[in-house]
């Protein structure tokens, strides 16, 4: 009896295991994730990046889409082409709730670049840009339902570019 009484524990446990991983499971379907072209290169006229250039003046400071959904739990693929940061604030905020004189240096290539730091409702910042390749990838988790606002770090972007978008979280 006692015997069956620890197999059944045993087995009650590996349900267990097994509920907690499923609900681990991650979302699936369209709305799983979304991806956003965070700057893009120009081509017209044409641009020529071979072996190594990345010419500031040929980019494109948007997002692209402008604003996309995801599902609660869903995940963002920001696609960073050029000297861009993403910053993800929570659900509500408005560019004009941003502190755009609140920055801190890069700390790389360029040095002294002001890059937005107003940590108020910041859920999400990314690397510091100038350390890396101008091409890369940042993926963010958005694990709450609400509209959340993601601006590019790099001042001069968000400030005279107006780089920023939205990301709608549905439930
Ligand atoms: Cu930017």
């Known amino acids: 009896?006692?015997?069956?009484?620890?197999?059944l524990g045993f087995v009650l446990t590996l349900c267990g295991i097994g509920l907690t991983a499923s609900s681990a499971v991650a979302i699936d379907g369209p709305l799983a994730n979304a991806t956003v072209s965070f700057g893009e290169w120009?081509?017209?006229?044409?641009?020529?990046?071979?072996?190594?250039?990345s010419p500031a003046l040929?980019?494109?400071h948007q997002l692209i889409p402008n604003e996309v959904k995801v599902k609660a739990g869903g995940a963002v693929n920001f696609i960073i082409s050029g000297l861009h940061q993403p910053i993800v604030y929570d659900a509500g905020t408005q560019p004009g709730?941003?502190?755009e004189n609140a920055t801190t240096p890069?700390?790389?290539?360029?040095?002294g670049l002001p890059l937005?730091?107003?940590?108020?409702?910041?859920?999400?910042?990314?690397?510091?840009p100038s350390l890396f390749p101008r091409d890369r990838?940042?993926?963010v988790h958005f694990s709450k339902p609400g509209t959340y606002l993601v601006i590019c770090g790099v001042q001069a972007h968000f400030v005279n570019d107006d780089m920023f978008g939205f990301v709608k979280v549905v439930p």
């Open 1 to 7: 009896m006692k015997q069956l009484a620890l197999f």
């Open 42 to 53: 120009q081509t017209d006229p044409a641009l020529d990046r071979f072996p190594n250039n």
């Open 58 to 60: 040929r980019n494109e």
């Open 97 to 99: 709730d941003i502190d």
């Open 106 to 111: 890069s700390t790389g290539t360029p040095l």
């Open 116 to 128: 937005i730091n107003d940590s108020t409702d910041r859920i999400y910042r990314g690397l510091d």
């Open 137 to 139: 990838v940042e993926v």
